[in-house]
């Protein structure tokens, strides 16, 4: 049927009737029949406009030609615009890899936009995160939690790096805490129950002419008190072998 369209339009022109520039072309195709191609990035632009030439860009694309991404966003190559990078609070700096998005990590931090710590690292910070201190080996690995820093203790075992052995436990070299037998149990209590005896008897004496004497006497029983219960809690070496004929 006859349709009084045009079916092949020259110049760079395009329409029914040839009366404008062409996708990615502009100027006057009509009067001055001059369409140039745009200078626009064909992969940053969503479009060309036909008259003045300006070029529209994908979303979060930069550029007079559309030929960037913003500042700190990736993804140009994709051709459907730029994302944002969003890196961490880790990372050494708000802009990303151009092509991958991956941030630049600080020291110990991780993943794609440094927001997390590496596997064995902990107290995540703007300068990364800090290496646990776990190689005593009282500790189960070296993985400590990632917010305190405290390293997992083997049974019977205390401090940030699991290197003491709790109250009524003593250590057996080249193993590990092992808990004291009933005897030594009833030596602590029986010694705890003495310094409260003695502390209660020293309060007592406050207002007598012989506080001084008395002080003095239970300050001395005190401190061989104190050591008994050292002795009991923490064995030497050759008492441990000599209770563990497992240990040569």
Not at 50 to 56: A, L, R
Not at 60 to 77: I, K, P, T, Y
Request: glycine share 8%.
């Amino acid at each position: 049927p006859i349709s009084g369209d045009c079916d092949l339009c020259l110049n760079n022109t395009d329409g029914r009737h040839c009366e404008y520039c062409a996708q990615w072309y502009y100027g006057d195709a009509i009067g001055a029949k001059n369409c140039t191609e745009c200078s626009c990035d064909h992969c940053g632009s969503s479009y060309c406009n036909n008259t003045s030439g300006k070029c529209v860009c994908h979303p979060l694309v930069d550029g007079s030609n559309c030929d960037r991404c913003v500042e700190d966003a990736w993804g140009f190559s994709k051709c459907h615009g730029c994302q944002m990078c969003s890196c961490a609070l880790a990372s050494s700096s708000p802009q990303c890899h151009q092509k991958t998005g991956q941030c630049a990590c600080m020291s110990g931090s991780t993943g794609s936009r440094c927001e997390a710590c590496q596997h064995g690292y902990w107290n995540y910070g703007p300068f990364g995160c800090k290496k646990c201190d776990c190689e005593a080996d009282l500790s189960l690995g070296i993985v400590c939690d990632v917010i305190t820093g405290q390293c997992h203790c083997q049974d019977g075992t205390t401090g940030p790096r699991c290197d003491q052995c709790l109250p009524e436990y003593f250590r057996i070299p080249t193993y590990s805490c092992r808990l004291c037998d009933e005897c030594v149990h009833l030596l602590n209590a029986d010694s705890d129950a003495l310094l409260i005896s003695a502390d209660v008897v020293n309060a007592s004496v406050g207002n007598v002419s012989t506080k001084a004497l008395t002080g003095a006497r239970l300050k001395r029983i005190e401190t061989e008190m104190s050591k008994l219960r050292r002795a009991f809690v923490c064995p030497s070496r050759e008492m441990v072998m000599a209770a563990n004929g497992e240990v040569q």
